[in-house]
């Protein structure tokens, strides 16, 4: 115990505690995913020792402030009242953080699988829809009641084994005080230049990655790389060669590329007659594909998605883009794979893009976002209003970003029937998107409605009475009231004189759980999209493998419309069309064909995999240049269009 009879004895002790709770909590993450993935026993060591080797550095950090303020704190006022207010608030306080911190991690891994990461960080920004979401999720009072507790528990111990005491009763000469500050800000340094948040992510297994990590140096990590260049982090290649391939990838038997070499325009000529219908795309919160009896589910949760698939274009094999409602947003909108880092809709300068809107509003629409929540929340309503929209939310206040928005019309509370963190229910937004299209309808104008559900969303709550399982038990309850939703809009629609001349879009933004032992797990991608209510009652199931972003082209193949295109997507008809998907997380860009999955992330690498669908396995097999050039010439040549302004109208 000598290194605890010195003023530093607070400060060892709250670092040897740091790395006991941090050590517990590893513990329990795995523990919770033992079943999901394999471990061997080589792997649980890495978990621990490269947790450790995080842990430390954190705990350093921490205790750093601590540390100077020891350093300059002279002798005489050692055992003095300040000094003891001083030490044991400090020392309550990091305990605290430290203690706060773990249950938020608990939390953010039964949601996400994963230590904190940038999806965190945008959580400090929209504080109001995270801590109401909490707050109706969670049992609050207990979870604070038990942070506070445990925190009390923690320098209790402390107390008993006199760690103040001794603090308060020990010299310390000058010069060790020098040593012991200087040799922590010399790990600090080391962490910061030599360790990054990286060095977790080697091997195939995901679980081993994020457990062996530490979730305040992740939270910190992603702090910095919140928008990850592709330019600095991911292989490269000179921009004219990723530009030639990508398009050749993108060429096609109805596409004329304009003379400029540095772009993907191109001129789409469908050789019809434009038809113009007015469409309506219902866009729904986590909607992974397996909740459907379509695609496997046994629970009958929805019998009217299921019904409606039957009678639509169904797309059977269609996969999101990534993990986030901002991400599926952007493929949806801009056909286009996704960069790392942060969404597009997030982005700066993301103005005056070439979007499915843009080519809407070029036939004569009038294109409307509708959201049930505050569309302030992940810049949406700036996204959508930069590039023609009208908004239509639920936000009771204009925000500072807000003011330049214009034509943006607040869902009342005067119809709201019921509401929760994220927003209002869906029948309750599905009533604006109605008195909208009237109003469309009655100004004899073509309208485009991209809609953004939010009852699939925790805390899983919605009005009761409505379906046969209770509100907050869960996300099959909270599915089930979606579709319910979707029927009743449907029912409601019919009755109106805009109906039949209405297309009808519903797609899932992203799955409900993307997360699993391998880096990108194919499977929890699979979406639901169709199309109904098409011209001659179209029924058809389109079976090739397809992501989000060429739902737009195939939909204007089927419209016969000529128009200009800045698409990455495809017109999945096409008998020109070569099956492939793109997947991500924020860090891995991924691309699938012909049952080979290509990776690229953050220090230039690339992994190669075979897949075997069936049992939802990776292998591991050597690259192909070929390929890798490939899924360069996507994810590059949209980072790099989408950062020279070539990506905009």
């Keep these: 115990m000598k290194y605890f009879q010195h003023r530093y004895a607070v400060l060892y002790s709250f670092m040897l505690l740091f790395l006991v709770l941090s050590f517990l909590m590893r513990t329990i993450l795995l523990i919770e995913v033992f079943s999901k993935a394999v471990f061997t026993f080589q792997d649980i060591l890495s978990i621990y020792w490269k947790g450790l080797i995080f842990d430390f550095g954190v705990s350093a950090f921490l205790v750093v402030p601590y540390s100077i303020y020891l350093l300059f704190l002279p002798e005489k006022w050692n055992r003095s009242l300040f000094n003891k207010i001083v030490t044991i608030g400090i020392f309550t306080l990091c305990v605290f953080i430290c203690v706060f911190s773990f249950f938020a991690e608990i939390t953010f891994w039964s949601e996400f699988e994963s230590r904190f990461n940038f999806i965190a960080v945008d959580y400090l920004i929209y504080t ?167 695609f496997g589910n046994k629970n009958n949760i929805t019998p009217i998605m299921d019904s409606l698939a039957d009678r639509s274009l169904l797309f059977t094999n269609m996969y999101a883009t990534g993990t986030r409602t901002v991400r599926g947003m952007e493929a949806l909108s801009l056909a286009a794979p996704p960069t790392p880092g942060n969404s597009i809709v997030r982005r700066k300068d993301n103005e005056n893009l070439f979007t499915v809107g843009a080519v809407f509003n070029s036939k004569g629409y009038h294109s409307t976002f509708f959201y049930g929540g505050d569309g302030y929340f992940d810049n949406m309503n700036r996204y959508f209003s930069h590039n023609g929209f009208d908004i239509v939310d639920r936000g009771r206040k204009i925000m500072p970003s807000d003011e330049i928005i214009t034509k943006r019309t607040f869902i009342p509370d005067s119809v709201i029937h019921f509401e929760n963190a994220w927003g209002i229910c869906d029948e309750d937004l599905f009533e604006a998107v109605i008195k909208q299209a009237d109003k469309e309808y009655k100004a004899h104008r073509p309208f485009y409605h991209f809609v953004m559900t939010t009852s699939n969303h925790r805390p899983y709550t919605y009005p009761a009475g409505k379906i046969d399982i209770p509100s907050g038990s869960g996300r099959d309850g909270a599915v089930k009231y979606t579709d319910y939703a979707i029927g009743r809009f449907l029912a409601a629609a019919k009755k109106h004189s805009w109906f039949n001349n209405t297309i009808f879009i519903f797609v899932a933004d992203h799955c409900a759980s993307s997360a699993g032992k391998e880096e990108l797990t194919v499977s929890n991608y699979h979406i639901p999209a169709f199309i109904y209510n098409l011209k001659n009652n179209a029924v058809q199931k389109i079976a090739p493998m397809c992501s989000q972003i060429d739902l737009y082209p195939t939909l204007f193949h089927i419209l016969g419309w000529n128009y200009k295109s800045k698409f990455f997507g495809q017109d999945v008809l096409s008998s020109a069309y070569h099956p492939r998907t793109f997947i991500s997380t924020y860090q891995i860009l991924g691309l699938l064909e012909q049952g080979t999955l290509m990776t690229l992330s953050p220090i230039r690498k690339a992994n190669f995999y075979k897949l075997d669908m069936n049992g939802n396995n990776q292998f591991p097999i050597p690259i192909d240049q070929e390929k890798l050039n490939k899924a360069v010439a996507y994810y590059q040549g949209a980072y790099q269009l989408f950062k020279s302004g070539a990506m905009k109208q």
């Design 128 to 294: 109001y829809e995270v801590v109401q979401n909490i707050n109706e999720s969670y049992p609050l009072p207990l979870l604070i009641g038990g942070v506070l507790g445990t925190t009390l528990l923690l320098v209790l111990l402390v107390f008993k084994y006199n760690m103040f005491e001794r603090s308060f009763q020990t010299g310390t000469r000058f010069g060790k005080r020098v040593a012991i500050t200087v040799s922590l800000l010399l790990v600090a340094f080391v962490y910061i230049l030599f360790i990054p948040n990286q060095w977790a992510e080697t091997g195939n297994n995901r679980y081993q990655q994020e457990l062996s990590k530490a979730g305040i140096y992740s939270f910190v990590a992603a702090y910095r790389t919140n928008e990850l260049s592709y330019k600095d982090f991911y292989i490269n290649h000179p921009a004219n060669e990723v530009l030639a391939v990508l398009r050749k990838e993108l060429e096609s038997d109805n596409g004329r590329y304009s003379v400029n070499r540095g772009s993907i325009e191109r001129y789409i000529n469908n050789g019809g007659v434009d038809e113009k219908p007015n469409v309506i795309m219902i866009t729904i919160e986590s909607m992974s594909a397996n909740f459907m009896k379509h």
